[in-house]
Each structure stands twice: as C-alpha cells, then as structure tokens.
C-alpha cells in the first residue's frame, strides 16, 4: 500500500453495554502501547462514544461514529448530526454501512448527504460500498459498486477526508469472504474513481485467521471489522496483519 497507511476500524454496531464497552477501550488502548505499523479506529455505538473516547484518551486510537444525520441541527429525534460526534471526540464517522443501506432504506444521495455532513464537520468519512450476493451472481458486482460510487461521493473528495470501505453484503457476518484476486478486482475497480492516495478498507467478515492474506495485498490498504473489533485479542491480531 503505497504511501497509505494501513488502517483497521472496528464497527461495535449496536453492541456493548457501559461496563463492557469502557472495558472494551481500556484493552485497545493498552494494547495499542506496543509497536503497531496502522492507524487503529473504534467506532462505538452513540451511547458510550463519550467514555470510550475517555478510555481511548493518549493511546492514539481513533474515535468514530457509526452514522450522522445530514442536518448540523435540528428537528430529527433520535438522530445524530456529525457536529454532535465532533463535539464528542470523533474524528471518523461511517457512512452507507450496507446494514443502514439494507434495513434502514438508505439511498446513494442519502450517502452523499451524510458524506458532505462529515466534511462539514471536519471529519474523514468512511463511505461502505459493496454488491449482494445475488449482484455478484449475476456478474454485476462491479457495476454495482460504480453506480454506489457515483452516486454517493461528493465533488471535492480528498484523501484526507474521505477512506472507502469495500462491503460485500454477502459477506458481512456470515463467515464467507471474497477470494483476495476478487478484493484486488474491486478495489483497482474503486481506485480508479477516487482520489489518488485515498485508502480503501475492506470488511466482510474479517478475523485473525484471514487477516494476513487479505491484508497483505497491495491493493487493501485495511479493514473495516464487524464482529471481530469486540475481543480485544481479535481486534489486536488483525492491526498487527496490517502494514
Ligand atoms: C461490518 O459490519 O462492517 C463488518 C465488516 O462486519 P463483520 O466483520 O462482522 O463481517
């Protein structure tokens, strides 16, 4: 990965209680006091971004949310604007994750929004795209991903504001991943429409077990994690795979 520091990002979803979470954070930051070659990235749900921030505080591991509202303010109960998660400490923020995409009927220019939200607010936006299983049967995976692409970045991405996360939906939790030469397809796929520079993560079900291969192409500059961010030693494994 050339010139693109590697980074891992875990996704704790609505996972973690306070206790748990804040015990969580301790163990990254402490881990993270040895060597480690990548940037290291925790989203944690709204609830515990406040003290995850605290247990995270001088370890160098980044904060993030895991999605914004497209308004700085306003009439939107239950909702959070990326201001907010500025003002608590985030840097990052997700956005188009497939499971807001698939459950919560996020659209491409609901992205885009949100991705402009981000910037707005000064932070990197992490934009998921990836194909059903059934896109990529039907031989439509890059396809897909392009229209993904163009419709949910913004004019005025640069490398430091924007990371892509390649997401195949198939993959997400169920324990089956892409062969590295399809990651490696996809992602020469997706750095062609992006800015030079601009890191492009992926996530599917990554574990310490797959880590090293797929971390170790050129193409992959890290990984978004689901499942795997929640125990330490997991999460710890797949940094020390990257870079
Ligand atoms: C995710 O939800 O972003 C993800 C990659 O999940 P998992 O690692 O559990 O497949």
Redesign the pocket.
């Known amino acids: 990965m050339p010139d693109r520091k590697g980074l891992v990002a875990g996704?704790w979803?609505m996972n973690m209680r306070r206790a748990d979470g804040i015990a969580l954070a301790h163990a990254i930051a402490e881990r993270a006091k040895e060597p480690h070659a990548c940037e290291l990235l925790v989203c944690p749900p709204a609830t515990l971004i406040a003290a995850v921030g605290e247990a995270l505080a001088g370890s160098g591991v980044a904060l993030g949310g895991q999605d914004c509202h497209a308004a700085p303010a306003g009439a939107f109960t239950g909702c959070i604007s990326a201001e907010m998660l500025k003002d608590a400490g985030c840097s990052h923020v997700i956005v188009g994750?497939s499971?807001r995409r698939h459950t919560c009927g996020e659209t491409d220019t609901d992205v885009r929004a949100k991705t402009l939200a981000a910037w707005r607010a000064g932070l990197v936006a992490i934009v998921?795209v990836g194909e059903t299983r059934l896109e990529r049967e039907a031989g439509g995976a890059l396809a897909v991903v392009a229209a993904q692409l163009a419709g949910s970045l913004p004019d005025g991405a640069t490398a430091d504001k924007l990371v892509l996360?390649y997401?195949p939906v198939w993959?997400?939790?169920?324990g089956l991943t892409p062969t590295t030469a399809d990651i490696a397809e996809m992602h020469a796929a997706i750095r062609a429409r992006i800015p030079a520079g601009t890191r492009i993560l992926y996530?599917?079900?990554?574990n310490p077990k797959n880590a090293a291969e797929i971390l170790a192409h050129g193409e992959v500059d890290g990984a978004?994690?689901?499942?795997?961010s929640l125990k330490v030693e997991d999460f710890w494994a797949i940094g020390q795979a990257c870079g």
């Open positions: 996704n979803k994750h499971e998921c996360a997401e993959a997400i939790g169920t996530g599917g079900s990554v978004l994690i689901g499942g795997a």
